[in-house]
């Protein structure tokens, strides 16, 4: 089966990204879930472009920010 390569790997040799790798399913799905390899008759990786990722979701895990650890508090004494 041939796939498509969206992140530059060496296997049995050097593969660049756009070069097409042809290869057992089940010995590159590793790569596949990765995002190293694409099937090209598979939509889900024909509707990414080159190079696209998806933003991480942030979760606010405070409601205040944190403190500058350098700043010195406000009543601190003065040497």
């Known amino acids: 089966m041939e796939y498509k390569v969206m992140r530059p790997h ?10 097409t790798r042809d290869a057992k399913p089940n010995s590159v799905a590793h790569l596949v879930a990765s995002g190293t390899l694409v099937d090209p008759s598979d939509n889900d990786g024909a509707a990414q472009s080159e190079g696209e990722k998806s933003e991480p979701t942030v ?5 205040t920010p944190a403190s500058n650890k350098a700043q010195k508090p406000e009543n601190a004494k003065a040497t």
């Open 10 to 19: 060496q296997g049995d040799k050097w593969y660049d990204v756009g070069d």
């Open 59 to 63: 979760e606010n895990k405070s409601d």
